[in-house]
T-cell receptor
Framework: QKEVEQDPGPLSVPEGAIVSLNCTYS??????FMWYRQYSRKGPELLMY????GNKEDGRFTAQVDKSSKYISLFIRDSQPSDSATYLC????????????FGGGTRLMVKP | GAVVSQHPSRVICKSGTSVKIECRSL??????MFWYRQFPKQSLMLMAT?????????EQGVEKDKFLINHASLTLSTLTVTSAHPEDSSFYIC???????????FGPGTRLLVL
């Protein structure tokens, strides 16, 4: 079993839809949780960063962490075609500056 | 703007040659940088941790004699793929932690194709 599981997709939604992306993990020591967006042939771009459990909102993006369930989510409201990319969750035990454990990534396609 | 750069962005070489990839943190210092490899439609796989002033730490299964890492300064780490072979063809990405923000920034990646 992988440490971090993520549905690979592809997930196809119409423009304007609410998108829900999720990861589950097995290591209860993870405390820092990140979501990265990666466009094809580009490096990952940090979208959201949360510490421990709770919610964090930034524009159209909301990140949720439920440590009791070892489950994290990223919600995208009013999805746009430009949101089409691969979304990677990443986690760390100590801080975001240390080694990250990545999920496999979910490919999202937002159709106009 | 970009805070971590990589050079070159793309390289094509013949089998047996060595290729050097540079990773620079542009406006901050990084005592640690990370090197990843990513195959098509797969996630990032950590190869090694580059440490300024000391030896790199390699992940299990990564040949340290093949993937030479040098953290020359607080803003530069290099990965040299020695005697590259077609199976080394991949997307290589570096990252650097920006501790003041408790975040990790990734470079744009280097696509290596070994013929």
């Amino acid at each position: 079993q992988k440490e971090v599981e993520q549905d690979p997709g592809p997930l196809s939604v119409p423009e304007g839809a609410i998108v829900s992306l999720n990861c589950t993990y097995s290591n209860s020591a993870f405390q820092y949780f990140m979501w990265y967006r990666q466009y094809s042939r580009k490096g990952p771009e940090l979208l959201m960063y949360t510490y421990s459990s709770g919610n964090k909102e930034d524009g159209r993006f909301t990140a949720q962490v439920d440590k009791s369930s070892k489950y994290i989510s990223l919600f995208i409201r009013d999805s746009q075609p430009s949101d089409s990319a691969t979304y990677l969750c990443a986690m760390s035990e100590t801080n975001a500056g240390n080694m990250l454990t990545f999920g496999g990534g979910t490919r999202l396609m937002v159709k106009p | 703007g970009a805070v971590v750069s990589q050079h070159p962005s793309r390289v094509i070489c013949k089998s047996g040659t060595s290729v050097k990839i540079e990773c620079r943190s542009l406006d901050f210092q990084a005592t640690t940088m990370f090197w990843y490899r990513q195959f098509p439609k797969q996630s990032l796989m950590l190869m090694a941790t580059s440490n300024e002033g000391s030896k790199a730490t390699y992940e299990q299964g990564v040949e340290k004699d093949k993937f030479l890492i040098n953290h020359a300064s607080l803003t530069l780490s290099t990965l040299t793929v020695t005697s590259a072979h077609p199976e080394d063809s991949s997307f290589y990405i570096c990252s650097a932690p920006r501790l003041a923000e408790e975040t990790q920034y990734f470079g744009p990646g280097t696509r290596l194709l070994v013929l």
